[in-house]
């Protein structure tokens, strides 16, 4: 094992370790712009690294950019669709109000479509 590659590894898991928080968060919101990116950077080194036989680092990068992915599809500002909303790290309670609070919103955008229906019914 080469020094360079236990030394990639390390600052990996940093990144990992800093970036835990911030998926933990409920009120973290992260722009797509920044997590996007950041995940394809972590993917590509992990596939370049592979390539050059520095598998520690391989597998830093890849789980760096993992952990980028978890939170453009958890905590980007339009990410909270219901499909996201299954995934959170939060206590069941959390996750059955987001589910209320997602088929209310679903309701009320339904009666406002019906508001707006002719009641002309030769029109």
Do not use: C, K
Request: aromatic share 10%; charged share 15%.
């Amino acid at each position: 094992m080469m020094w360079q590659d236990l030394i990639f590894m390390i600052g990996s898991g940093l990144s990992i370790v800093f970036l835990a928080p911030t998926l933990r968060d409920a009120t973290a919101r992260v722009p797509l712009g920044t997590s996007l990116p950041s995940m394809g950077i972590g993917f590509v080194y992990g596939a370049t690294f592979f390539t050059l036989g520095m598998t520690f680092s391989a597998a830093g990068s890849l789980a760096a950019g993992t952990m980028w992915a978890l939170i453009a599809m958890i905590r980007s500002p339009t990410g909270m669709g219901i499909s996201a909303r299954l995934f959170r790290l939060e206590s069941p309670a959390l996750l059955a109000a987001d589910l209320r609070r997602w088929i209310n919103q679903q309701r009320a955008e339904h009666s406002r479509a019906e508001q707006y229906v002719s009641s002309d019914h030769g029109y």
